[in-house]
């Protein structure tokens, strides 16, 4: 996918070392513009629940960014085939927005409000709040690329990709851009003017 080697297995096996999930299959599903996307379906254990943030942090301590999967799906039961086999074809895709945050939290900043447009245009969603995630609303490594180049041009600061991956929600994104901007305006060394004699 984009140029990465994905294990699907490796994947599958890690989620499924997780205590409480039953079951998870992970496939390559092509999005709404084409694009491919790595989707997770889980069947938790009975009796048991597990938020799809737990399963992305239990997998960012182990896995490279672009090995976690875009979308999670949590099911009751994973389809099968007459053979006994998964059907992949059965199962659903995920929800367009992939899951926005439960509540919707407006920019407070002036770099969160530019942050809200920048991700509204490279993932081409409306409504983006302070709290979603770049990865859960369809971002991905590539377009990962190009919202680093749009943060470069509109904010001025070289923002490294791992940060990204490492502070996906866009309230944890203006945070650093607003920490590397003030470490930016530290090192800068005010010029020194003549004095003018009177």
């Known amino acids: 996918i984009r140029g990465f080697r994905i294990e699907l297995g490796e994947i599958e096996a890690l989620l499924a070392s997780h205590p ?10 092509d ?4 694009d ?9 254990q009975s009796e048991k629940t597990i938020t799809i943030n737990e399963i ?6 182990q896995l490279p960014g672009y090995m976690i999967p875009n979308a999670f799906v949590i099911l009751d039961a994973l389809p099968l085939t007459a053979n006994g086999k998964i059907d992949s074809r059965a199962l659903p895709p995920p929800e367009s927005s992939s899951e926005p945050s ?20 490279v993932l081409k969603v409306e409504k ?4 979603d995630n770049f990865f859960e609303l369809g ?4 377009l990962a690329t ?31 851009i607003e920490q590397l901007k003030q470490e930016k305006s530290d090192t800068i060394i005010p010029a020194i003017l003549p004095r003018k004699r009177k």
């Open 20 to 29: 409480q999930i039953w079951e998870t299959v992970v496939i390559v599903r």
């Open 31 to 34: 999005d709404a513009t084409g």
């Open 36 to 44: 491919k996307r790595l989707v997770a379906y889980i069947v938790p």
């Open 56 to 61: 992305r942090q239990f997998l960012k301590a």
């Open 102 to 121: 439960d509540k919707y939290v407006a920019p407070r900043t002036p770099i969160e409000d530019i942050l809200v447009t920048v991700w509204s245009e």
């Open 128 to 131: 983006v709040g302070i709290n």
């Open 139 to 142: 971002g991905h490594s590539l």
């Open 146 to 176: 190009k919202l680093v180049a749009q943060i470069r041009d509109r904010l001025k600061v070289e923002l490294p990709l791992r940060q990204l991956f490492n502070s996906a929600t866009l309230a944890e994104l203006a945070q650093g």
